[in-house]
């Protein structure tokens, strides 16, 4: 029997509003056996599609898959010239790759059922656009069957999730812990800021407690005595932070560096140029002076001095979107574990906090767009990475991430780029 369909995002709509970027910059792999389906269908025969290869070999001979072709414009080989699928428009949904349909939602396996988020890289997703995802119920519950069935998971029985190295706790105790934190994130009392802030020390707080004798309604109380304990330890305004150390600044760039890049579709960066100029890049990005490599296609002239100037508080409608972003992602679970470079759960919280100060960054090198759209497409750019550039969950990015943690500059960072 299928794992249901629970906790869908309550503060979120979404609808397909035909953008096509996903069907621009992404590179669908597909299973053996939808490629055999869609070899059936008989494109071959038909007119737009003559003499275009509907799949390329992806990887190596021995580790890759075929993915959907791709034309060279960078458009997928079955959109058509009104912004719809060949194979949605001949054949209907259902024969389509799964990932395509799925797209921008997210399967997050939590317990004994399944977690939904999204994907805040589709613009319709960032910018709260059309029906209330609970309407979408039923095909949500259709695609995680088929997820189910593609990857072998059916009945599996899902490990308690580990909280650090040596701790876990049973699911209903993590939905606890993810509760707790949603509402930090959402006390309208406090900045933005100041609320991750807080989440940050009461992280530390945690990680030192066990929790092998705390559960339920004990658990409850303990994260609500840290949480209202903490209010007064956490420095009210950012000016009071001290500001990110040489060391904080420069892991920072270079996780920036990975996190604004885009190396395919039409916000290709200077990546077009080949590797040396990547290499160049990274140079800049560590270096931390003069302007700043168009490591993504929208950066427009700008310099790393001009990002560090104070700009002001966030607008109201921009704080409402992070708060969405935030209470979506942790509502789902998207963060830790499979969907998250199985980053356990007290770093993985730690990495979700951290797009804060990288959405702050992007936003002020994104000066040429007005300062709330500059947010959305900030916002955008680092959801596209995070939990799916690889480059994101390498060893070498954990501890460049537990670095930063543990040295206290992540607070810093959320502090400084608040000005």
Known sequence: ?????????????????????????????????????????????????????????????????????????????????????RIHAK???????????????????????????????????????????????????EYAEALEVQEGIAGRAMAAPILQKGRSVPWNDLDLFIRAFRGHIADERRPLEWRLRKCLAVIQLCREARFDAISGDRLREFLEVIGGGVNEEVPARPEAVPPPSWIGRILFRQTMAIQARVDKGRYRGISRHGRSTL??????????????????????????????????????????????????????????????????????????IQTYPAIMWLSRALHHLPREEALIMAMRIVDNNFGFNPMLGSRR???????????????????????
């Open 279 to 352: 290499l160049w890049a990274a140079w800049k990005f560590a270096q931390g002076t003069g302007r700043v490599p168009a490591v993504h296609g929208l950066i427009p002239d700008v310099s790393f001095e001009q990002i560090e100037n104070p700009v002001g508080p966030l607008p109201e409608a921009s704080t409402k979107v992070l708060v969405r972003y935030f209470q979506l992602k942790l509502d789902s679970g998207q963060f830790f574990g499979p969907n998250n470079f199985q980053h356990q759960f007290w770093d993985g919280l730690v990495s979700l």
């Open 397 to 419: 990015q954990k501890i460049c991430s537990s670095i930063l943690n543990r040295r206290g500059e992540i607070a810093r960072l959320i502090a400084w780029y608040s000005r």
């Open 1 to 85: 029997m299928p794992m249901p369909v629970r906790s869908l995002p309550v503060v979120q709509n979404w609808d397909c509003h035909g953008c096509t970027d996903c069907c621009r910059e992404y590179r669908v792999q597909v299973t053996d056996a939808e490629k055999a389906r869609i070899d059936t269908q008989g494109w071959a025969d038909d007119p737009a599609m003559k003499g275009v290869a509907p799949f390329v070999w992806d990887g190596g001979w021995f580790s890759g898959r075929y993915r959907l072709n791709h034309t060279s414009d960078g458009s997928c080989v079955f959109l058509n010239e009104q912004g719809g699928c």
């Open 91 to 141: 054949f209907g949904s259902a024969a389509k790759p799964l990932a395509c349909r799925v797209f921008p939602f997210v399967f997050i396996p939590f317990g004994n059922q399944w977690r939904v988020g999204l994907r805040f890289v589709c613009p319709s997703a960032a910018n709260d656009l059309g029906r209330p995802v609970s309407e979408h119920q039923a095909e949500l519950r």
